[in-house]
């Protein structure tokens, strides 16, 4: 098997700079944002978006972070083994806002559905968008990221590691079980 | 997990994953929508051979909070009355798609029975059986002790180096039992106290200390003090000489109440017999966590269900 490199963690961290101010771009600053990420690395990703926007535009109202868990909501649970769920934290209510959700690697889409679903039990956001580090292609859901940190075309037999310090001690971005033929 | 008999069974991985799980339910009950989707069209049977209103509706409300179909079956009026056996009673429930029932039973050992028959593919969950194990009610306590001690910080945590002190009818208490394997497993020292009366012939096995003296187990400044209640429907023989005897020499009264160390705290598992075991004083201070016990019962119940009821269970 062959493991290939695609994003090191200095392009990890140009992409989610770059994520952070596309997030401002679109929602004319921090005003109601609320940044949610999506459980294990999702989580770690939103917090780093929201220090970033915290940086850009220290003037602006603390932009709100958590995490959102979607295990109960998920269509496979009657086919895969018991799934642990991971805490949910909805930092106070989410009517009317902007909500992100983040997510380390965006494929079938079905994790977003799931998401989507979950969110509605806490609240109505105004508007939901996705941010996503790696868009690997795939989907089998009418579903899409607005704010892509790259874009990597696979085929289903590959595997993408995402290794986030705050969870696995470092950071890289990898294809495994590529070539083939 | 396929089915939940016994805490004893229980490693300290499962029990602290169910805990883990169970403080995610909790938080379900402070949002806007107060309902998983999760268990969408299963059924779950809630099977009760024995009265109990307290412990029928606390699965039934977790039942009903991961989105299942409740099933209520009790023994009263039921085709039980009529003389069905329990082979019986357990097919018809698998002919009509049951995916989970949760069983109370007189006897010791008929959730074990179900488990194990073939009779019916569903999860088995003990509610209670005979004077042999409780397990949620246990998980619950554990869940309770856990919550108070280590507040948002206790995911992932055991209960080690707590001690805890058990108070009543040893002899009959499942609750006790399931306590003291669960306590034992979680890292928790329990002290059991009661009349000699009421403590089985032989507790060699047993990983607990016994004694007979409440007052000097009162000194000692348990962290947990866990009143049981005395069951008058398994009063059945001279045990103590009359109940004002019992309560004297046994019951958390107001002096032992005030007496007790100011971080303990005071469990009961319900229903209380206020003035029997247990003063209105200590079952409505502070201290007392017999409220919270009946909410995180269903955040127990919810994990449980939600272990035994989701993934494939072909694959087990």
């Given at each position: 098997?062959?493991?290939?490199?695609?994003?090191?963690?200095?392009?990890?961290?140009?992409?989610?700079?770059?994520?952070?101010?596309?997030?401002?771009?679109?929602?004319?600053?921090?005003?109601?944002?609320?940044?949610?990420?999506?459980?294990?690395?999702?989580?770690?990703?939103?917090q780093?978006?929201?220090?970033?926007?915290?940086?850009?535009?220290?003037?602006?109202?603390?932009?709100?972070?958590?995490?959102?868990?979607?295990?109960?909501?998920?269509?496979?649970?009657?086919?895969?083994?018991?799934?642990?769920?991971?805490?949910?934290?909805?930092?106070?209510s989410?009517d009317?806002?902007?909500?992100?959700?983040?997510?380390?690697?965006?494929?079938?889409?079905?994790?977003?559905?799931?998401?989507?679903?979950?969110?509605?039990?806490?609240?109505?956001?105004?508007?939901?968008?996705?941010?996503?580090?790696?868009?690997?292609?795939?989907?089998?859901?009418?579903?899409?990221?607005?704010?892509?940190?790259?874009?990597l075309?696979?085929?289903?037999?590959?595997?993408?590691?995402?290794?986030?310090?705050?969870?696995?001690?470092d950071?890289?971005?990898?294809?495994e079980g590529?070539?083939?033929? | 997990?396929?089915?939940?008999?016994?805490?004893?069974?229980?490693?300290?991985?499962?029990?602290?994953?169910?805990?883990?799980?169970?403080?995610?339910?909790?938080?379900?009950?402070?949002?806007?929508?107060?309902?998983?989707?999760?268990?969408?069209?299963?059924?779950?049977?809630?099977?009760?051979?024995?009265?109990?209103?307290?412990?029928?509706?606390?699965?039934?409300?977790?039942a009903?909070?991961?989105?299942?179909?409740?099933?209520?079956?009790?023994?009263?009026?039921?085709?039980?009355?009529?003389?069905?056996?329990?082979?019986?009673?357990?097919?018809?429930?698998?002919?009509?798609?049951?995916?989970?029932?949760?069983?109370?039973?007189?006897?010791?050992?008929?959730?074990?029975?179900?488990?194990?028959?073939?009779?019916?593919?569903?999860?088995?969950?003990?509610?209670?059986?005979g004077?042999?194990?409780?397990?949620?009610?246990?998980?619950?306590?554990?869940?309770?002790?856990?919550?108070?001690?280590?507040?948002?910080?206790?995911?992932?945590?055991?209960l080690?180096?707590?001690t805890?002190?058990?108070?009543?009818?040893?002899?009959?208490?499942?609750?006790?039992?399931?306590?003291l394997?669960?306590?034992?497993?979680?890292?928790?020292?329990?002290?059991?106290?009661?009349?000699?009366?009421l403590?089985?012939?032989?507790?060699?096995?047993?990983?607990a200390?016994?004694?007979?003296?409440?007052?000097?187990?009162?000194?000692?400044?348990?962290?947990?003090?866990?009143?049981?209640?005395?069951?008058?429907?398994?009063?059945?023989?001279?045990?103590?000489?009359?109940?004002?005897?019992?309560?004297?020499?046994?019951?958390?009264?107001?002096?032992?109440?005030?007496?007790?160390?100011?971080?303990?705290?005071?469990?009961?598992?319900?229903?209380?017999?206020?003035g029997?075991?247990?003063?209105?004083?200590?079952?409505?201070?502070?201290?007392?966590?017999?409220?919270?016990?009946?909410?995180?019962?269903?955040?127990?119940?919810?994990?449980?269900?939600?272990?035994?009821?989701?993934?494939?269970?072909?694959?087990?």
């Amino acid at each position: 098997m062959t493991e290939r490199t695609v994003l090191t963690q200095a392009d990890i961290t140009r992409a989610l700079t770059r994520i952070s101010h596309e997030i401002l771009e679109s929602n004319r600053g921090a005003e109601n944002l609320v940044i949610l990420g999506i459980p294990t690395r999702g989580v770690a990703l939103a917090q780093r978006i929201a220090e970033i926007i915290r940086r850009i535009e220290p003037a602006s109202a603390a932009v709100r972070v958590g995490s959102l868990d979607v295990t109960m909501y998920r269509d496979d649970l009657a086919h895969t083994r018991t799934r642990t769920p991971a805490p949910t934290q909805v930092p106070g209510s989410i009517d009317g806002a902007t909500v992100v959700l983040v997510d380390d690697v965006l494929y079938s889409g079905r994790t977003i559905r799931a998401a989507l679903d979950a969110l509605g039990d806490h609240g109505r956001p105004r508007v939901v968008r996705l941010a996503v580090l790696v868009d690997r292609g795939h989907r089998e859901l009418p579903i899409r990221a607005d704010f892509v940190g790259k874009n990597l075309p696979t085929a289903s037999h590959e595997r993408i590691n995402v290794h986030v310090t705050e969870v696995d001690g470092d950071e890289f971005v990898s294809i495994e079980g590529g070539a083939e033929e | 997990m396929r089915h939940l008999l016994s805490t004893k069974s229980l490693t300290r991985d499962e029990a602290i994953t169910l805990l883990d799980i169970a403080e995610d339910m909790a938080d379900v009950a402070n949002r806007e929508v107060k309902k998983l989707p999760t268990l969408r069209g299963k059924t779950v049977v809630n099977l009760f051979f024995e009265d109990s209103t307290r412990t029928r509706i606390s699965f039934e409300a977790a039942a009903k909070r991961l989105s299942a179909d409740v099933i209520n079956f009790s023994a009263k009026g039921s085709s039980v009355s009529k003389g069905e056996s329990l082979k019986d009673t357990a097919q018809t429930l698998a002919a009509m798609g049951a995916d989970g029932v949760v069983i109370r039973h007189p006897a010791s050992g008929a959730p074990q029975v179900l488990a194990g028959s073939g009779w019916i593919d569903a999860g088995i969950i003990n509610a209670g059986d005979g004077t042999h194990e409780h397990p949620t009610q246990a998980l619950l306590d554990a869940f309770t002790i856990r919550r108070r001690l280590h507040g948002t910080a206790s995911r992932g945590r055991g209960l080690d180096g707590v001690t805890v002190t058990i108070v009543g009818d040893i002899l009959h208490s499942r609750v006790a039992r399931s306590n003291l394997w669960l306590l034992d497993t979680l890292g928790a020292q329990v002290t059991f106290i009661a009349p000699p009366t009421l403590v089985p012939a032989d507790t060699s096995a047993w990983p607990a200390t016994i004694g007979y003296d409440l007052d000097a187990a009162i000194d000692a400044g348990p962290d947990v003090v866990m009143m049981l209640r005395i069951q008058a429907e398994r009063m059945n023989a001279a045990f103590f000489p009359n109940s004002r005897e019992y309560s004297r020499r046994w019951g958390l009264d107001d002096e032992r109440f005030a007496r007790l160390s100011s971080h303990s705290i005071v469990m009961h598992p319900g229903p209380m017999n206020r003035g029997l075991e247990i003063s209105s004083a200590a079952a409505d201070s502070e201290r007392s966590t017999v409220r919270e016990q009946v909410a995180n019962g269903v955040s127990v119940r919810m994990a449980a269900l939600y272990l035994l009821l989701s993934g494939d269970r072909e694959e087990h």
